[in-house]
């Protein structure tokens, strides 16, 4: 459940915009190489995972000639070519240009003072599809917030120039033998998308065609759109439609493990997504990932709605906390405690007991990477909701803050895409809410003594609409202030202590 919606219809979602990428290779003394970027933590969308360099079509890109090519496939091409000069200083023109100047048009670029069909044609470069192979398209799952509609062209590295990755959007860039970068990957060290995953297993092929032919054939794709997501080599996201809040629309349900396999949260028991659901854990089975139980991280609908059916048709035992389990109703095979490891061989999982948005609550750590799946404890897509008496804002704090204490890395949020800056977020999570703690004290002691009064001075900021869901969480803020004795509470009404 997220704060920021109650009550709220979101917008249909908009159409994926289209977009293209550059696969830019090389053969290296070590082998063929590619160059892959990190993005910034900052970006909206993948913030911190490895991509090739790419983005949006641009209209102007539709005005660049393309030799070999017309309409949409020549703009998409243009859109590669001139992303790929922008984030990897590669300009993968046909023409003669010397390193200097094509370091000044680079910069021109970017700051928007050049466009780029002039850049060519000023300095007599051309484009030319036959350097630029289709190699794939992809559509982005739904449950993302954003959408693309991506375009992926093989390009090889000229050899006369040094890319160089573009800084403030990317963390990093490099070329990287695409072995390496799987085995980043594997480790949890380097989250990637599927398109950029299939790329990478391609590019390891040995020959260039065969490579072509596994990116215009991925596995696990239809209609163009990813059924398997690994972001993380033994966590599988195997987005649910379930009736929770909006802005969410999804709940992530989570496939982790090497040998044996936890399926967590199957919140919804339509027949068409748990029908989804089986078939991605019966061909994980069939690849040596044998699933050993369904696990429950809290008691909300969205989160259990689908465990028993699941638990049925996969013929699993239930596992979950006792807290949850008796909430829920569940018959549990295994009852999880705090800190107890799951046992799933060559993948530790670590059950920890994080209450707050509910009693029961558990995350669970995998700490060789530091990933946690964190159910409704963090989400990117909102605030989560402490709606007492279940919900506790002091437990909520102290689990943000026993989760920020361990070594974590990326989160895996029960709703939304995955946190590759867990620390941030966590951090993030305890200033909004010791702000906004902050601002109710001052409500109270200003005067607003009956919860109302507290949420329109403290919920100033929040539309009206919204203030129904406020008032729980100012309740819980309220309970923990009264708790600690920096308020007094009387009945209905809080009082300046
Ligand atoms: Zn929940």
């Keep these: 459940m997220s704060e920021a919606s109650f009550g709220y219809e979101p917008p249909p979602p908009s159409p994926p ?26 970006l909206a ?44 200083g590669i300009l993968a023109a046909r023409g003669r240009i010397s390193a200097a100047e094509r370091a000044r048009l680079r910069d021109a670029l970017v700051a928007g003072t050049l466009p780029f069909a002039r850049l060519l044609a000023d300095h007599g470069l051309s484009l030319d599809a036959r350097d630029f192979l289709p190699a794939g398209r992809w559509i982005t799952p739904p449950f993302l917030p954003a959408g693309f509609d991506a375009r992926l062209f093989l390009v090889e590295a000229p050899a006369e120039q040094e890319a160089r990755a573009l800084p403030g959007e990317c963390a990093e860039g490099a070329f990287i033998r695409p072995r390496e970068a799987l085995a980043r990957w594997s480790s949890g060290r380097a989250l990637l998308h599927p398109p950029t995953h299939n ?51 999804h709940t992530n349900c989570y496939v982790a493990g090497l040998a044996e396999t936890v399926i967590v949260d199957p919140g919804s028991d339509e027949p068409t997504e748990l029908q989804q659901l089986v078939a991605m854990v019966r061909a994980l089975e069939a690849e040596g990932r044998r699933p ?24 699993l035992p239930v596992w979950a906390h006792a807290l949850t389990a008796e909430k829920a109703g569940l018959d549990c095979g295994r ?28 995350a669970l750590h995998h700490p060789p990477s530091g990933a946690v799946l964190a159910g409704d404890l963090v989400s990117s897509l909102s605030t ?47 200033q909004h809410r010791a702000a906004r703690e902050a601002q109710i004290l001052a409500a109270v002691r200003a005067g607003a003594e ?26 819980a803020h309220l309970e923990k202030l009264a708790g600690e004795g920096s308020i007094a509470r009387a009945g209905e009404r809080f009082l300046a202590a």
């Design 17 to 42: 915009r289209d977009s293209a990428i550059a696969l830019l290779w090389r053969d290296a003394p070590g082998g063929r190489e590619v160059f892959w970027l990190q993005r910034g933590q900052q």
């Design 45 to 88: 969308f993948a913030g911190g995972m490895y991509a090739f360099p790419g983005g949006k079509l641009d209209p102007a890109d539709a005005t660049v000639p393309v030799r070999g090519a017309t309409g949409p496939e020549a703009a998409l091409i243009a859109c590669a070519a001139r992303e790929l000069f922008e984030e990897a």
């Design 199 to 249: 790329a990478l297993e391609a590019l390891a092929l040995p020959t260039l065609p065969e490579a072509l032919d596994r990116l215009r054939r991925p596995r696990f794709v239809r209609e163009l759109v990813a059924e398997r997501i690994e972001f993380q080599e033994g966590i599988v996201l195997v987005p649910l439609r379930t009736p929770t809040l909006p802005p969410a629309t």
């Design 292 to 315: 050993v139980a369904v696990l429950a991280t809290h008691h909300h609908q969205d989160h259990v709605g689908g465990v028993r059916a699941a638990a049925r048709a996969l013929g």
């Design 335 to 362: 009852l999880l405690s705090d800190g107890e490891e799951l046992g799933l061989p060559g993948f530790p999982l670590v059950a920890l007991h994080t209450p707050g948005h509910t009693r029961g609550h558990l």
């Design 384 to 430: 989560i909701v402490i709606d007492p008496p279940e919900g506790n804002m002091a437990d909520y704090l102290a689990s943000l803050r026993r989760l920020l204490a361990l070594p974590v890395a990326t989160i895996f949020p029960a709703h939304g895409a995955p946190i590759v800056d867990g620390p941030g977020k966590l951090r993030e999570y305890l």
């Design 450 to 475: 009956s919860l109302a009064a507290v949420v329109a001075s403290a919920y100033a900021d929040t539309p009206p609409f919204l203030h129904p869901i406020a008032e729980r969480s100012a309740l």
